[in-house]
């Protein structure tokens, strides 16, 4: 024990003694030792039961909690994790349907100048999607594919509300004061899911190309702001 | 009491004697590395335009590692390598021809990227549609039996149109080029993405002019379409003349004239097929929109693709 004292006491004296961390040593008086059991493990099996057992009602009612959830917090969007963390994609599948069959137009019989029909709206949202967040992820960002993809899923909703008011309004009638009222509620709609979604995204990107990230996502939302816009029911 | 030499890695070891050695160095282990990048940037810089030696140089360059895959995901990445004040800065010198820079060597210096290319040419095809769109609405809104309809199938033959232009002819071109350069007449080819990279930015000019061809002044439309179609020419021609300079005279003129002439095509394609006015005598309105679907320039949309 003296002599490697001295040896240490030498070697300090050589060396620099890097950090100063050389002459560090655990004292003998407080104990390394405890308990390596997990006192709840029994527990926990029981709860992996169930939730095996629990009723279909439950599991559903817990998914679709969490779907609110998401949509409450596109609705009012605060720099929070809880899209990115819990992500899921029923939220944006339910969207995109229900955008897709409000925005399918047209008469059968003029089909070349109708509205998109359902797969087009529905072929454009995934694979916008899908597409930017390829473009994020190739300038470097550091979310993950599915977190992206449903961000931008979930940020469809401000434009699904502004679809379903578009068609209550024309219900009315057509009409340049209709036309008014649609195109301020579809701005507001467009500008609402950019900022949402630039709010949980441009994060992850880095700083000098947040912008090359963001103009995409701009562009998305624009093209389907129009399909809304331009839609006229036969 | 514990050795605190037992405790040592012996990584550290090493770093301490290293600063033992030299006490004034910042501890960075590999301090050649950086020096031998240096040295041969020098050398790529002063080159004037040796471009089988500079192909050669980027070659070395590349190889110092391994170059990825092309089924990895970070071969991808290394064509979107850029910052957005880079994009800005080509977006700017693809407007404004200037006879001393060449756009690939000034601008891209090996450093191609698609970010520009592909989201320009999605940004047009997206802006020729609804530019198209609204410039219907605004010849016929005051006719009281005009039933609106979106008229989406332009935007798929707008993206169709787009993305070939800015893909199929940077491919023949490459591939002239280098049956040229194989035969010995050119001095050398840009690689195959330098000139998807200039063919992408040089359509940037087309998406101002799109927009401002909802002014329903004919005049001015033309003016417009001239305006756009000399300036990226320009690019285009001044961008590609060091490489065909050597060449026969006749092969170079009618390589920069069917450049041009191909530029052309597409502005007055889309002139045509997208902004087409409708005859002022009142027909049907909905006989009209089978009408627009064919128009009389469609056998130039054809040509153009």
Known sequence: ?234 | MAAPQELTFHEFEAAADLLAETPGATTISSLEEPQGHVSLAVDTGDQEDGDLEENDQTQLLGGEKQPPNFWTFSYHQSFFDVDTHQVLERIKNSLLPVPSQNFVRHCLRHHPDLYGPFWICATLAFALAVSSNLATVLQNWKEASFSYSPQFHKVTVAGITIYCYAWLVPTALWGFLQWRKGVGECVGCYTFLEIVCVYGYSLFIYIPTVVLWLIPISGLQWFLGVLAVSLSGAVLLLTFWPLVRSDTRVVSAVLLTVMVALHALLAIGCKFYFFQSLPSRSIPVTQAPLHQVTPPGSSKTSAAS
């Not at chain 1, 993950?144 to 379903?164: D, E, I, N, R």
């Not at chain 1, 057509?174 to 994060?203: C, H, K, Q, Y």
Request: negative net charge.
């Open chain 1, 1 to 234: 024990m003296a002599e490697a004292d001295e040896r240490t006491v030498g070697e300090t004296a050589t060396k620099p003694g890097f950090l100063g961390l050389s002459d560090v040593s655990i004292s003998e008086d407080i104990p390394v030792e405890g308990e390596i059991t997990v006192p709840m493990a029994s527990h926990s099996q029981d709860e992996d039961y169930s939730t095996l057992d629990e009723p279909v009602k439950e599991t559903i009612i817990r998914d679709l909690k969490a779907v609110g959830k998401k949509f409450v917090h596109v609705m009012y969007p605060k720099k929070s994790n809880a899209l990115l963390r819990d992500w899921d994609l029923w939220g944006p599948l339910v969207l995109c349907v229900s955008l897709a069959l409000m925005l399918q137009g047209g008469s059968a019989d003029s089909k070349e100048d109708g509205g998109p029909q359902f797969a087009e709206v529905f072929v454009i949202i995934w694979f916008g999607a899908v597409v930017i967040t390829l473009n994020s992820k190739l300038l470097g960002g550091t979310i993950s594919f599915f977190q992206s993809l449903c961000v931008l899923g979930y940020c469809v909703l401000p434009l699904t509300v502004a679809m379903l008011v578009c068609r209550l309004v024309l219900l009315a009638g057509m009409g340049p004061i209709n036309f008014l009222i649609r195109l301020i509620v579809v701005i507001a709609m467009f500008v609402w899911s950019t900022l949402a979604s630039t709010a949980f995204l441009a994060d992850s990107q880095p700083p000098n190309r947040k912008a090359l990230a963001v103009y995409p996502i701009f562009l998305f939302y624009f093209v389907i702001s129009w399909m809304i816009l331009t839609f006229t029911p036969h």
